[in-house]
């Protein structure tokens, strides 16, 4: 019995521990169901929206590509969660700080400072990461 509660417990803090990672799957359906409209399904900005926007949305593909080489991710969590001021300004992206609010995760930026997003943010950045051209 006891053993039962001790691989309950060793599943239950695995499981924990999933949740704090990045998990690009999750990331990819809310990025599916949220943003593909207007990034396309392959971020490459040409979603069925992209028609009838007066701004063409970004390739999300050539994020990193266009920052140097690395990843900018302080400002692409900023611009999904609305802290940047460019999208409160006129973007026709919408803000999705509302959407993705709970409990609090920090993600560590390559200049080491602490970046506090939510876990759906944390899978969406993950899954764009993936998306990226070498
Ligand atoms: C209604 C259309 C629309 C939707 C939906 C949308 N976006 Fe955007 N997005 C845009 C447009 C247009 C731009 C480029 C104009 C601008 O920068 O304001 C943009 C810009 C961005 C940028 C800035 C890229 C950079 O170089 O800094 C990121 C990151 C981004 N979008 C990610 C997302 C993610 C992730 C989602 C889903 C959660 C999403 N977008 C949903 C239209 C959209």
């Given at each position: 019995m006891r053993q039962v509660m001790t691989i309950g417990l060793a599943l239950a803090l695995s499981l924990a521990n999933v949740a704090q990672a990045q998990d690009a799957r999750v990331g990819q359906e809310t990025y599916e169901r949220?943003?593909?409209?207007?990034?396309g399904l392959e971020g490459?900005?040409?979603?069925?929206?992209r028609a009838v926007l007066t701004l063409h949305p970004t390739d999300l593909t050539a994020l990193r590509a266009t920052n140097g080489g690395t990843f900018p991710l302080a400002r692409v969590v900023r611009r999904i969660d609305g802290r940047d001021p460019l999208v409160s300004h006129g973007s026709p992206m919408p803000i999705y700080g509302g959407f993705f609010e709970g409990r609090d995760v920090a993600m560590k930026t390559d200049e080491g400072q602490p970046l506090l997003t939510s876990q759906p943010v944390v899978d969406l950045v993950a899954y764009l990461q993936t998306l990226q051209q070498p």
């Open positions: 949220y943003c593909a409209a207007c990034h490459s900005g040409h979603g069925p929206m």
